[in-house]
């Protein structure tokens, strides 16, 4: 009995060391080539609509899911393809979780990894979660960070030999629900001085995504995280982002499995309607099954979308050098 719970406890010390081990990895993402991918302030100098806060950020990883929480300091993680490969597209990618935590590892640095292998530079946006109590406006800190973003690769266009007409906006879940508002409210950028650069992404690819916050589609934490819990009717429309479509959203790829319990495929759904309603190009591949939260593998299929998103970039000369 001692010989039995000394090795119980020798394993769960074991086990406490490799989490702890893990829980330093996360603060760095790795390219293919095994290097450390550099991470950029999105912004120098004071963060907009931030106040003093004891909040502090937290990370976990379990197996190969790394998962992040109370984003303070926003950041872009470069994740730069061989000079024989790059073509001068670049894509941002925004990370699930809800509005609560974000999904790093297989909806961020595995993406951004599988996107160098098309020539595409990827930067992987640790963007803020809605908090009160570090931001005076929670509704808009993402929102923010993902326009910040949009402006920083455009100025970091000439250091890494992108196209700054060729940057792209992905996201995940939650995610998604941040890069479709990025889509449907650039005219109108969030923020006392946002200058005059432009905030339009050239094209939207939509993993299982939240877009609606109406009562019969909304994922009600994604909701209630970004708006509250007695949002206003003004504030479910503005961030419903299917009735924010005009002609001038951008081409988007979407991606939805019809069993998704967590976000219902509706929501791609009317997105899609909108989408072909403003004439604007859109692809859209529906798995019967998937679920939610697969990343790039949906574990149903032989099938894979980003497959079918390198010919959907392809045609549209995305990949061209």
Request: proline fraction near 7%; glycine fraction near 8%; include cysteine.
């Amino acid at each position: 009995m001692q010989k039995n719970t000394l090795l119980l406890a020798l394993g769960l010390l074991s086990m406490t060391a490799t989490t702890h081990l893990h829980a330093q990895a996360v603060t760095g993402a790795t390219t293919a080539a095994g290097t450390a991918a550099p991470v950029l302030p999105l912004y120098t100098g004071s963060i907009p609509d931030s106040k003093p806060s004891q909040v502090q950020e937290t990370s976990e990883t379990s197996g190969d899911r790394i998962t992040v929480a109370n984003v303070v300091q926003p950041t872009l993680t470069v994740f730069v393809p061989g000079r024989d490969k790059a073509n001068g597209t670049s894509v941002i990618i925004c990370p699930g979780g809800g509005y609560s935590r974000l999904a790093m590892g297989h909806e961020g640095y595995d993406v951004a990894r599988r996107l160098n292998e098309l020539g595409v530079t990827a930067f992987v946006l640790k963007y803020r979660l809605p908090n009160d109590r570090s931001q005076p406006d929670k509704s808009i800190a993402p929102l923010l960070d993902a326009q910040q973003a949009l402006r920083m690769v455009r100025q970091l266009a000439p250091k890494y030999n992108l196209n700054p007409e060729r940057i792209g906006l992905m996201g995940f879940s939650a995610g998604g629900h941040l890069a479709a508002t990025a889509g449907t409210h650039f005219a109108q950028p969030v923020g006392d001085n946002p200058g005059p650069a432009s905030v339009r992404p050239a094209f939207l690819v939509l993993l299982y995504p939240v877009i609606s916050f109406s009562d019969s589609l909304k994922h009600t934490g994604s909701r209630e995280n970004l708006l509250g819990t007695a949002a206003s009717p003004d504030q479910v429309r503005r961030y419903s982002n299917e009735l924010q479509v005009t002609a001038q959203t951008p081409p988007t790829f979407l991606v939805h499995a019809e069993d998704d319990n967590v976000v219902p495929v509706q929501n791609s759904l009317v997105f899609y309607q909108a989408l072909n309603h403003h004439k604007v190009p859109a692809e859209m591949h529906l798995y019967p099954k998937g679920g939610h939260g697969f990343g790039m593998n949906n574990p149903t299929t032989k099938d894979k979308w980003m497959d079918r998103l390198q010919n959907w970039l392809d045609a549209n000369g995305w990949l061209t050098k």
